[in-house]
C-alpha cells in the first residue's frame, strides 16, 4: 500500500466534451480512438450499403447497433446524439429510395428509435452503476486510510517506504497489515497478515492495529507489546463464531529500533511470530536475512504453547535498509510454480532510497507472476541514513533482470 491506491485508482469517472461524468471501464490507446470512432462509422457504413444495394437489403441493423454500442461507453448527450442520427439516417434513406411510404419503412424507422431509446436506459444503468462503484470505492479507500494510514517519509530519524498491493483488482484493503510509530522507545513497528479473508479479515487487522498503537506507547520491552497483541486477538477469537473461533491468527514481526543518539547503538530488536524474516540491505549491496533464532508460534494461538516473547537483537548500520514484507511476496509463483526468492533478488542491488526499492520490488514481482497474484502483499521500508549520506542516492533504481536460469524467473 503506501498508499499504492493514492498513485493507481481515484475512484471516480471519465469525462466527455460535453461536461458528463462517464463510468465503466475506459478503453485505452488505439482502442479507445476505435471505440470513439466506431458509432459514426456504423452509421456512415450503413448509408453507404443501402445506397449501394437494392431497395429489398436494408442497412437498419447497422442503425440500430450504432446507439447500443454507445451506450456503455459514451455520455448520455452522446449517446442521444447517436441515435438520433440513426433514425434520421433511416428516414433519409427511404425518403431517397422513394419507399418512406411502406409498412416496412415505418417498421425499420421504428425499430431504429425504439433500439435508440433502449440505449439511453442503458446508457443510463451504465451511469448509475458506475457512480455506486466509484462512491464504494471512495468507502474503500477511506476505510483503508483509517485502518492502515500512510506512514510519513520520516520517523524518528529513519526514511519509511510502505505498500499495499492487493490481489483482486479495485481491492483497497485485505488481512495484511503494518503499522510504525515513533515512541518514546524508539521507533516500533508491526507487520503482520492476519488469517482468513473479508471483513473478519479486515476487523482482524484493526483489533491489532488498535492494539499496537497503544501498547507500543506504553510498554517498555517489546516483548510486552508482543503479549498485548496477543491478549487483544485472543478477546477478539472468543467473540467469534465457527472456526475463527479456534483457529484465528495472524503471522507477525515487531520490531523495535532504539534512538542511536541516547543509547550509543546502532541495533534493531525483533520479535518475529511466525512471519517471513526482514532483510536487511546494506548500503555495499551485502543482504542479510533476520531468521529468528528460535521459531515461535503466531499471534492468538497461545493456548497451544506457551513460552516467553525474546527479543533478538540485530546490526542495524548507517546506510541500511529494512525490508518487511507478507507472504504475498515470498510465495508469488511464476508460470512454472516457482517461488519468488526476494533475498535472491535483491541480493547485491542498491537503491536511492526505500520508496524506489519498493517500487522495483512491485514491479519485478509483477514480472515474475506474469502481472497475476494470488495473495495480498503488504511491503514496509525503513532506512537508516549514513553521516553525510544524502536525501537519496543516484545508484541503481530498478531490479535488473536475472539471467537465463537463474532463480526465481521464467526460463
Not at 304 to 331: C, K, M, N, Q, V
Not at 376 to 388: K, Q
Request: proline residues 9%; negative net charge; contains cysteine.
Amino acid at each position: 500500500m503506501g498508499h499504492p491506491q493514492e498513485r493507481r485508482r481515484a475512484g471516480g469517472g471519465r469525462r466527455h466534451g460535453d461536461g458528463r461524468a462517464v463510468y465503466g471501464p475506459p478503453p485505452y490507446g488505439g482502442a479507445r480512438r476505435f471505440i470513439r470512432a466506431l458509432p459514426p462509422l456504423i452509421i456512415v457504413g450503413g448509408v453507404a450499403y443501402d445506397v449501394a444495394t437494392p431497395p429489398e437489403y436494408t442497412a437498419a441493423p447497422l442503425f440500430s447497433a450504432a446507439p447500443l454500442i454507445a451506450a456503455p461507453f459514451f455520455s448520455t448527450l452522446t449517446t442521444l446524439l447517436t441515435g438520433i442520427a440513426a433514425v434520421l439516417a433511416s428516414v433519409g434513406l427511404h425518403l431517397y429510395n422513394g419507399t418512406a411510404d411502406g409498412i416496412p419503412a415505418l417498421t425499420e424507422t421504428l425499430t431504429v428509435a425504439n433500439v435508440s431509446a433502449l440505449a439511453l436506459l442503458i446508457n443510463r444503468v451504465v451511469r448509475r452503476s458506475g457512480e455506486r462503484l466509484a462512491s464504494a470505492r471512495v468507502i474503500a479507500e477511506t476505510a483503508q486510510k483509517a485502518v492502515l494510514p500512510t506512514p510519513a517519509e520520516r520517523i524518528g530519524g529513519l526514511q519509511c517506504a510502505a505498500r499495499y498491493e492487493a490481489a483482486q483488482a479495485d481491492a483497497f484493503i485485505g488481512g495484511d497489515l503494518f503499522a510504525v510509530q515513533d515512541t518514546p522507545h524508539g521507533v516500533r513497528l508491526v507487520v503482520g497478515d492476519v488469517r482468513g479473508k473479508g471483513m473478519d479479515a479486515v476487523e482482524a487487522v484493526a483489533v491489532v492495529i488498535g492494539a499496537f498503537r497503544e501498547a507500543a506507547e506504553q510498554e517498555r520491552s517489546l516483548e510486552g507489546v508482543a503479549q498485548r497483541l496477543e491478549r487483544a486477538l485472543t478477546r477478539e477469537g472468543t467473540r467469534r463464531d465457527g472456526l475463527d473461533a479456534f483457529e484465528g491468527f495472524t503471522t507477525a514481526v515487531l520490531a523495535e529500533i532504539p534512538r542511536a543518539e541516547a543509547e550509543g547503538e546502532e541495533s534493531i530488536r525483533i520479535v518475529n511470530r511466525g512471519h517471513p524474516p526482514p532483510l536487511l540491505l546494506y548500503v555495499d549491496g551485502g543482504l542479510d536475512v533476520l531468521d529468528p533464532a528460535e521459531p515461535a508460534l503466531p499471534l492468538g494461538m497461545g493456548e497451544l504453547a506457551a513460552w516467553p516473547d525474546r527479543a533478538e537483537e540485530r546490526p542495524y548500520p548507517p546506510g541500511a535498509t529494512l525490508l518487511f514484507y507478507t507472504d504475498g511476496l515470498s510465495e508469488a509463483r511464476n508460470a512454472e510454480g516457482v517461488f519468488y526468492d526476494p533475498a535472491s533478488r535483491l541480493a547485491g542491488r542498491i537503491f536511492p532510497g526505500p520508496e524506489e526499492l519498493l517500487d522495483a520490488l512491485v514491479d519485478d514481482v509483477r514480472l515474475h507472476t506474469g502481472g497475476g497474484s494470488t495473495d495480498d502483499m503488504a511491503l514496509l521500508a525503513l532506512s537508516r541514513p549514513a553521516a553525510g549520506q544524502p536525501e537519496r542516492r543516484r545508484t541503481m533504481p530498478v531490479v535488473p533482470p536475472a539471467p537465463p536460469g537463474g532463480p526465481g524467473h521464467q526460463a
